[in-house]
């Protein structure tokens, strides 16, 4: 069974930075997109960013300039650079991972931003 292990998070002061990273425990075939999504309390699951084959991505916008997606298809990971973190950055960070037949998803991993 695939696992998503996701790691990175931790506590950042309001303007730091961080670096999730998320890996495959297998390879995933016919991998169409690669991201993370959020939830913070109280809040329904959100898209963060997510990068598709080809290369393009979408962001959220609220994070668009600060955050940064990559990922290396053929070692079935993806990164998060997160630059200029804000409170409302605060949430669970949920690795995520499609293919033509169904959704992968990590544990999740806490990302809290102080002021």
């Known amino acids: 069974q695939v696992q998503l292990v996701e790691s990175g998070g931790g506590l950042v002061q309001a303007g730091g930075s961080l670096r999730l990273s998320c890996v495959a425990s297998q390879n995933i075939f016919s991998i169409g997109a690669m991201g993370w999504y959020r939830q913070a309390p109280g809040k329904q699951r959100e898209l963060v960013a997510e990068?598709?084959?080809?290369?393009?991505?979408d962001y959220a916008e609220s994070v668009k300039g600060r955050f940064t997606v990559s990922r290396d298809s053929g070692e079935n990971t993806v990164s998060l650079q997160m630059n200029n973190l804000k409170p409302e950055d605060t949430g669970v960070y949920y690795c995520?991972?499609?293919?033509?037949?169904?959704?992968?998803w990590g544990q999740g991993t806490q990302v809290t931003v102080s002021s």
């Open positions: 990068i598709f084959t080809g290369g393009s991505t």
């Open positions: 995520h991972v499609q293919n033509r037949l169904r959704d992968f």
